[in-house]
């Protein structure tokens, strides 16, 4: 059986030589084994919900703004929640196509961020 490792994407098992991610379809050759990254809470609205998570952000990237234009198709939440009017769903891992976004906001986030973000999230749709 071959070794696996956890995507640093979306958090998956894939096989330690592949070079995509079967799940997120993630680009795994551009990170190296030591890159790390931070998870950046963020809302954002598809077909009408509104949905609340976390990105991961890796080390090569800066911005929220870089892995919403990316070559990737879908954005990946974790620890996602579909938030309506009565009550808050837990769903957990949630991959979302970036065509679908309406709109994205930063939760607790830098305001320089968030300007930037707001700024530029028409380049992609």
Known sequence: ???????PF????VK???????HCHSDLQAVTADSGGTFVAV???VKGKTYAGRVFISDYLSRVSDV????????????????TGIRDLPIGFLAINK????????????????SELTSRILEWK
Do not use: P, Y
């Open 1 to 7: 059986m071959e070794k696996t490792r956890a995507c």
């Open 10 to 13: 979306c958090g998956e098992d």
């Open 16 to 22: 330690t030589s592949a070079r995509l991610c079967r």
């Open 43 to 45: 809302r954002l609205r």
């Open 68 to 83: 919403l234009n990316d070559r990737r198709t879908f954005v990946i939440l974790t620890h996602a929640v579909e938030e």
């Open 99 to 114: 065509t679908q976004v309406e709109w994205v906001e930063i939760k607790g986030g830098d305001d320089k961020v968030c």
